[in-house]
């Protein structure tokens, strides 16, 4: 039996019940495979449902607010897939009549779809013998084959992809893709891979030769960027004030409080001595409320390290940016935010100040 055929068999068994994989619907599995790409299916599927729920098809999503998108995104991470996943949709609906193609290349083209998920649609929807490889794939055939070049470089991409487009199955394209993927998450896993059970035990080189924990190899990563920053969380009667984050930075599009960035952790005193405070608050009575602790929020590559400085002020004569807006307290929860914003007004009900 082929190592694809033994997938397939073992998918068929053991597969996780999945709304998208009860469907052939080129959109659903495009938004499946965009949730799932830095997500965990446990979390991405309440995500999943709520999305389809909100934006049930490609011309509904390419004619959506934007904030509203990321609002219901909101808590995932990685707006920009959110972001795409709306101009992708524009695209579709201008240069494909509003249906995903059918091809490859085409599918391709379109903001967003890279060859994982144009392999991933291509193959379950229209049965394209195209192989996905993602870290799933990687692990397993890494340890398969005995792939000793880092998946993260060049030349272990070139050779993972080879292997996995030989490995599958014409005739089945989408159910081997699936297989393959499923079985890195269920069987083959990152620690303590279930090798006792596993049914291509005697296929596998990094069992036979003792290298189940060396494999995949990885190039070790940067190191992890911090940043500090500072929220002034300003109340003016019954509102606070948010901007939108404009530039090609982390959380694009998503709301915050007027924020000061430095380099370290300083002193309120010597905030309040910096340019960007002054600049707010130059000849405005304010009073400072509270500090809060320090608020950690981990990024792929940028460990975020924030505290809010809760203000109150008689005074409508605050020197923001222009792009700021002042918010009801009790309407906040309607813009989409980042979820370190999230977890501190989670933590504080504004309106009791």
């Given at each position: ?14 597969k ?13 599995i ?45 808590g ?9 996943l ?118 596998c ?18 190191a ?88 109150k002020?008689n ?14 307290t ?12 999230d ?11």
């Amino acid at each position: 039996m082929s190592i694809s055929s033994t997938l397939i068999n073992w998918y068929l068994q053991k597969k996780r019940n999945l709304p998208w994989r009860n469907s052939q619907n080129p959109y659903h599995i495009w938004l499946s495979e965009v949730i799932l790409q830095q997500t965990r299916v446990a979390q991405g599927l309440a995500y999943y449902e709520r999305f389809v729920a909100r934006f049930p098809d490609i011309e509904t999503l390419a004619n959506a607010n934007t904030d509203e998108i990321l609002k219901t995104w909101q808590g995932l991470g990685y707006y920009s897939r959110a972001r795409n996943l709306q101009t992708g949709a524009q695209m579709v609906m201008d240069k494909f009549n509003g249906q995903l193609p059918g091809d490859y290349n085409q599918l391709l083209s379109i903001k967003g779809i890279g060859s994982y998920t144009a392999a991933a649609i291509g193959s379950i929807a229209f049965n394209l013998p195209v192989a996905v490889v993602d870290g799933n794939v990687n692990r397993v055939i890494s340890r398969l084959f005995g792939v000793h070049s880092p998946v993260n470089s060049t030349a272990g991409m070139k050779e993972i992809a080879v292997i996995a487009q030989n490995l599958i199955n014409p005739k089945l394209p989408g159910i081997h893709n699936q297989a393959m993927m499923e079985f890195g998450a269920l069987q083959c896993t990152i620690r303590n891979p279930d090798c006792c059970l596993c049914p291509l035990q005697s296929e596998c080189y990094a069992f036979k030769n003792n290298e189940i924990t060396l494999l995949p190899i990885k190039i070790k990563q940067a190191a992890v960027k911090k940043r500090y920053f500072t929220y002034l969380v300003i109340l003016y009667h019954i509102n606070t004030y948010l901007q939108k984050r404009t530039e090609k930075d982390i959380w694009q599009g998503l709301y915050e409080f007027p924020l000061i960035e430095t380099e370290k952790v300083v002193s309120l005193q010597k905030l309040k001595c910096s340019p960007q405070w002054n600049q707010i608050f130059q000849n405005v009575p304010h009073e400072i409320i509270e500090t809060s602790g320090l608020f950690k929020h981990q990024l792929s590559h940028q460990q975020i390290n924030a505290r809010f400085i809760l203000i109150k002020t008689n005074d409508d004569g605050i020197n923001f940016r222009k792009e700021s807006i002042a918010v009801r307290t009790d309407k906040i929860h309607d813009f989409p935010v980042s979820k370190l914003i999230d977890n501190y007004l989670s933590a504080i009900n504004l309106s009791n100040y």
